[in-house]
């Protein structure tokens, strides 16, 4: 299997991007804004049709669509405690409204195009079996990029995401830190939809996070258990699919459901 070339850049582009995924999928679940990921890889694929309308390429119109949707959700007010709960109801609404809004967009840039649906197949589902060595270079120094962020912001995320406002007292920034927390978040949805695409990014960002939540693990090990299980998915799903002609990213992609409903047997506790 690792003969042949584009199975080794499969399984090296899989493996940032898993690494990427379960870190950054960790504090995304932990701060209950799985929802605003799902969106973003949404808003990205708007961005991503747009970009070709204007001649550049999609990755970068993906990137910089969620990197703005990005920006807006962090900078929304946090609320109190009390809140909480309507605030998160409130912006889902709003989440759920613009994903909408989003693909309906991406059509029309489609059709101004003239351009088939069925030619946006490896957008929406991926094709990590065509990663050439160019795209495995981007993918190492974005991947780079999101996980240096990821050091700089980590203390004091997980601060304001377990306790905002003791964090709000000590003087944390939190919109501050929850706009480039959501930066890294579209620039991780961004990278993996080049491997298992748009629609199938959530599986890889929320399933192994939601897995190592869910068995109670504190913050070191839970984001050694999200990253580990998301390489274990990616590179399992590729092998799976390489004996058995199955979708890789259909494969990866049941592989983190299967996970999820494993642990809620094994940890049946609420998170």
Not at 67 to 72: N, T
Not at 118 to 124: E, F, G, P, R, Y
């Amino acid at each position: 299997m690792l003969h042949y070339e584009f199975m080794q850049n499969a399984f090296m582009a899989t493996g940032v991007v898993s690494i990427l995924s379960g870190l950054v999928g960790w504090f995304l679940v932990l701060r209950g804004q799985s929802f605003a990921g799902h969106a973003l890889s949404h808003i990205g694929y708007a961005g991503a049709t747009g970009a070709v309308l204007i001649g550049l390429t999609p990755f970068w119109g993906m990137v910089l669509s969620a990197l703005v949707a990005a920006l807006v959700l962090g900078w929304e007010p946090q609320g109190d405690q009390r809140s909480n709960a309507v605030a998160a109801s409130q912006r889902d609404s709003v989440i759920g409204v613009v994903l909408a809004a989003s693909l309906g967009l991406g059509l029309l840039f489609l059709k101004i195009q003239n351009v088939p649906v069925s030619s946006t197949t490896a957008l929406l589902f991926g094709n990590v079996l065509g990663v050439d060595r160019g795209t495995l270079r981007l993918l190492f120094l974005l991947g780079g990029v999101c996980l240096v962020g990821l050091c700089v912001l980590g203390r004091p995320l997980l601060f304001a995401s377990l306790d905002p406002d003791l964090a709000a007292a000590k003087g944390v920034g939190l919109k501050l830190i929850a706009c480039g927390f959501m930066a890294l978040v579209a620039l991780a949805t961004a990278i993996c939809s080049q491997t298992i695409g748009i629609l199938l990014v959530f599986s890889l960002l929320v399933g192994p996070a939601a897995c190592a939540l869910r068995l109670g693990l504190s913050p070191w090990p839970g984001l050694l258990c999200s990253a580990g299980l998301a390489l274990v998915l990616s590179w399992g799903g590729l092998t799976l699919a390489w004996y058995t002609g199955a979708p890789a990213s259909f494969c990866i992609s049941a592989g983190a459901a299967l996970s999820y409903i494993l642990v809620r047997f094994v940890a049946p506790r609420a998170s």
